[in-house]
């Protein structure tokens, strides 16, 4: 019965050893160059200045990225809640579809696009609309992508936390008191679905920072890209970038996921009853 | 700003100034300022204002390029420049690169997410009977950070471990078995870092459900473990399970980054890297690209949809 019992450990064990050993060498690799430590790998920061540009633009695109999400998706899933029940399903029909297409498809039919509009011929308007969206200073054409592809999650985050607040009070009590519809969205509904913000931002930067597919056909040197460029005459240091980054997107989902249950109704619940009966059974204890 | 409490609709404005006698008689002429008032009201209302953003996002970066690529897909540019719609760029699809990507693409995702389904399914089982609340929301966390793991930094992580060179490699001989890291097994072997979190996160809620009550209940009617497994656990965590494995499908079948960094351009032909390859050239290959982009929206929306029906049925009975 006891080797019953510690039998279930073992594919738990063997998938954890499996996750863990890719990362493990990864790092081992990165800074144990010929079996000495060392992070002469890592010098490739301060001496590779195509690093520090790519760095820079993955930073540029992401901050205009959440708030590109956040300004577009969080009025319109309010504007759904509270005067447009029925179009609820057709707007969630619509940002989960991103979930369904493929990136490489979401890219191709981007570039189709773009092509088109650049064979317009120079100094078209289409084809300067091109060029602006994907000046390679501010790829504005990866910061709307992104925006789609972070929808299917987030929707369903704002959707669920939009549930849980009494939010057709709010409003008409921010729009009694004078403020405006924008105004009572940013400083009344958001700070009361903390939650779902916060997932929604520490996922979408997450995702900022590691796609490739997108960025890579349109020819973006975001850090992916840059770790894959880099990677076939400088090997060492782009598994040393690519451990750092990797750790980075670990964490933020880490903090996504964790925040999305710390503030949820259900854990807030569940961790007011706890304490009511820490309370009570000190209370007893006292007595 | 108007009141939050403003009605968008048309109608009822209009029924507001008109009043009882709006018939169409009556009606102000198309020209007028009256007609066009409850329009413009509801375009000015805070609810369409606060739609508007979202739709131009989604329009403009994932409907617009979506039915674009299916245009060019299905448009055949005859010889004398007239253009018309056909399937000439997915005849070009059954034979050589392409025809042997779709055959791979469905290959390694088949073999994939069944490893992936079966590993996950074992783990997910014994992970619901340690019944430890700690390690349950642990693994929760972790499988839903994983599920979502792939691109450049993936592909590295296993050219370390599992490659020509890899630390792993060495130490287990795998070049006797004749294992290469840059084949179908390799893909398939990295891909599991994704699928079973996936496979796990979707099937640990149903096995950590079964309610107690229901094994009590097969017991107090004389029914053995394997019975309460073969008549009621399984035909309540089917569904699930399929469902997950067809999600690993997808997930599997949609992976471009990670496998374009591990295999490159030309090794091995999946349905992303052509596409990727073929966005490169330039002539007709853009538009064998659309028509293979349109296959794959075609293969992920058939799986998803499946995907969904499953799902809800099994959710019946969670609750």
Redesign the interface.
Known sequence: MDALKHS?????A??AL??A???L??I??AVFPGGEFSLRAYSVITEDASLAAAATRTLTITVLTVI?LV???V??L???H???PK?RPI?EI??T?????????????????L??AARQGRGSVPNAISQFLQNPDLPL?LV??Y??LC?PFTFRSIDAGLRTIPLKAM??G??ILGS???G??FRVVIPNIRGSMLFSVFFAV??CF????LA??LSQQTI??W??DV?SNNFRA??AI??L??MT??GL??VA??SA?RFAPAGRAARAEKKLQKKTTQKALAS | MTQAGAAPAPTQSGAEQGGAAASPAQRPSLFSRARWQGVGSALRSPATLSLLPLSLVLLLFFIVPIVGMAIIAFTVTAEDGSTGVGLDNFMALTSGSHSAAIVNSVQVSLVGSTIAAVIGTLTSFCISQIRSEKLDSVVAVFTSVLANDGGAPLAFSFIVTLGNAGVVYGLLNLGDTGFSLYSWQGLVVMYQYFLIPTMIMVTLPTFVGLRKEWREANAALGGSAPTFWHRVGLPIAMPALLGGWILCFGAAFATHASAAVLIGAGGYPLIPLNIGALLGQAGDSQQVAMALGVTMVAIAVITLFAFNRLQRRSARWMH
């Open positions: 279930r450990w073992v594919p738990v063997a998938v499996y996750v050993i890719p990362v060498c990864s081992y690799y590109t300004v577009t998706l009025p319109a309010v504007a759904v509270l005067w447009a179009l707007l619509l940002c579809l991103p979930l369904v297409v493929p990136p490489i498809a979401i890219a191709a039919g981007v570039m189709a696009l092509g088109m054409i709307g992508t925006v789609v929808l409003v008409e921010s729009a405006s519809t924008f009572t969205i997450a995702l590691g796609e490739y597919s890579a056909t992916p890209v770790l894959d990677s782009s598994v690519a451990v980054l990797n997107t670990w989902l880490l996921t964790l249950g």
